[in-house]
């Protein structure tokens, strides 16, 4: 399976906002007959007892009669997951304490592909694709134009949810099951993960995320304005340029190498330090996720190893030096020379390089994942 998003047109945002009003309103009667469930039965109602409560609503509601399976589904899921009697409600009213974002989610047999075309030439040419979703007996289809980026007609859709970010924007969230899987490289690399750069490969290629501190100070001034929707949109755009950037990082090192070697880290140890924005920064746990499944569809090999002492060692004579980066008194040294061979050694490209040798110590020792 693999989730493709994609952008829909802000025309259709009215229509969208209906549906997720009726959808919300099947959430909440859910949430409310699972609680007189409880006290009556003395256990939690499960997905397919609600299925009797809200069969025929949807022709009522403009809701397919799967979409109504999905959200009792979800209900029952999120309440047993929580334990708690009763989850949050959910309203579209901007100025309600239990305000959510739209959510509406669609099986199979309701979605259907319309067509794909393509709008400009040459540079300025984008494609666009229309898909078409059933609301129940009785009630017209939603059509909705999606930017197309991954050209969907290549695809076969299983499952989609359309959901609502924060600035109001709508996006298809669609799960496929057929796509072409990309071919991995033939090189090796080994990767140091840090919080002045987020990522160093053994070759001396690097990641930065710190750009994103470009905005903080016209984000500052809308939190002092109290300019709430400007604050909305700065910390998507954040969000969205390190998610960019670490996509194309990712992805070029899945494309150029048959092998990966990577620093085992746990950010939660970081997370009560001094350190803790420049790991949040850094955003190593969205790393590790993309190259995860990235080497997956590629057939890439990942390889995540102990980097004790990867900083101190010398990757030329494999000895540790007097002079070498020791604990965090030794974080402001970026480069140190080798007192046993005299080799200068980039801090993070060092420790890069030792991460790619127990990478390959352990291929040869025999990995599970051979």
Same mark, same amino acid.
């Given at each position: 399976?693999?989730?493709?998003?994609?952008?829909?047109?802000?025309?259709?945002?009215?229509?969208?906002?209906?549906?997720?009003?009726?959808?919300?309103?099947?959430?909440?009667?859910?949430?409310?007959?699972?609680?007189?469930?409880?006290?009556?039965?003395?256990?939690?109602?499960?997905?397919?007892?609600?299925?009797?409560?809200?069969?025929?609503?949807?022709?009522?509601?403009? =809701?397919?009669?799967?979409?109504?399976?999905?959200? @009792? &589904?979800?209900?029952? *899921?999120?309440?047993?997951?929580? $334990? %708690?009697?009763?989850?949050?409600?959910?309203?579209?009213?901007?100025?309600?304490?239990?305000?959510?974002?739209?959510?509406?989610?669609?099986?199979?047999?309701?979605?259907?592909?319309?067509?794909?075309?393509?709008?400009?030439?040459?540079?300025?040419?984008?494609?666009?694709?229309?898909?078409?979703?059933?609301?129940?007996?009785?009630?017209?289809?939603?059509?909705?134009?999606?930017?197309?980026?991954?050209?969907?007609?290549?695809?076969?859709?299983?499952?989609?949810?359309?959901?609502?970010?924060?600035?109001?924007?709508?996006?298809?969230?669609?799960?496929?099951?057929?796509?072409?899987?990309?071919?991995?490289?033939?090189?090796?690399?080994?990767?140091?993960?840090?919080?002045?750069?987020?990522?160093?490969?053994?070759?001396?290629?690097? =990641?930065?995320?710190?750009?994103?501190?470009?905005? @903080? &100070?016209?984000?500052? *001034?809308?939190?002092?304005?109290? $300019? %709430?929707?400007?604050?909305?949109?700065?910390?998507?755009?954040?969000?969205?340029?390190?998610?960019?950037?670490?996509?194309?990082?990712?992805?070029?090192?899945?494309?150029?190498?048959?092998?990966?070697?990577?620093?085992?880290?746990?950010?939660?140890?970081?997370?009560?330090?001094?350190?803790?924005?420049?790991?949040?920064?850094?955003?190593?746990?969205?790393?590790?996720?993309?190259?995860?499944?990235?080497?997956?569809?590629?057939?890439?090999?990942?390889?995540?190893?102990?980097?004790?002492?990867?900083?101190?060692?010398?990757?030329?004579?494999?000895?540790?030096?007097?002079?070498?980066?020791?604990?965090?008194?030794?974080?402001?040294?970026?480069?140190?020379?080798?007192?046993?061979?005299?080799?200068?050694?980039?801090?993070?490209?060092?420790?890069?390089?030792?991460?790619?040798?127990?990478?390959?110590?352990?291929?040869?020792?025999?990995?599970?994942?051979?």
């Amino acid at each position: 399976m693999k989730t493709l998003k994609f952008r829909i047109y802000d025309r259709h945002k009215d229509q969208l906002v209906k549906i997720a009003s009726a959808v919300n309103f099947v959430w909440n009667y859910v949430n409310d007959l699972g609680c007189r469930w409880l006290d009556r039965h003395h256990k939690f109602m499960s997905a397919y007892d609600c299925h009797e409560y809200t069969k025929g609503a949807g022709d009522e509601l403009g =809701l397919h009669s799967q979409t109504l399976q999905v959200i @009792a &589904e979800t209900h029952s *899921k999120s309440r047993k997951q929580f $334990k %708690k009697r009763k989850l949050k409600w959910r309203s579209n009213n901007p100025k309600s304490r239990c305000k959510s974002l739209g959510w509406i989610p669609f099986k199979r047999p309701a979605i259907k592909h319309v067509r794909t075309y393509q709008v400009g030439k040459g540079r300025n040419a984008r494609h666009k694709t229309v898909l078409q979703f059933s609301c129940g007996k009785g009630n017209p289809p939603l059509l909705i134009t999606v930017f197309d980026q991954y050209d969907l007609s290549l695809y076969k859709i299983n499952t989609c949810e359309l959901v609502q970010d924060s600035r109001g924007r709508w996006y298809a969230c669609i799960t496929v099951k057929d796509f072409a899987n990309s071919k991995c490289g033939t090189g090796l690399v080994g990767l140091d993960l840090g919080c002045k750069t987020a990522i160093t490969c053994s070759n001396g290629n690097k =990641l930065e995320t710190k750009f994103t501190h470009k905005y @903080a &100070e016209k984000l500052a *001034k809308a939190q002092r304005a109290n $300019k %709430k929707n400007l604050v909305r949109s700065i910390h998507a755009k954040i969000k969205n340029s390190r998610l960019d950037a670490i996509h194309k990082f990712t992805t070029n090192l899945v494309k150029h190498n048959a092998f990966i070697a990577l620093g085992k880290l746990n950010s939660s140890n970081f997370t009560s330090t001094n350190l803790a924005k420049s790991v949040y920064d850094a955003s190593w746990f969205e790393l590790k996720r993309q190259l995860e499944y990235k080497c997956e569809y590629a057939g890439c090999l990942l390889e995540e190893v102990d980097e004790k002492y990867t900083t101190q060692t010398c990757s030329h004579c494999l000895n540790i030096s007097s002079n070498s980066p020791k604990g965090r008194a030794g974080l402001g040294i970026r480069e140190w020379t080798c007192s046993h061979c005299g080799t200068t050694h980039d801090r993070d490209v060092n420790g890069a390089k030792n991460i790619l040798r127990l990478g390959c110590q352990t291929l040869v020792a025999g990995s599970p994942l051979l």
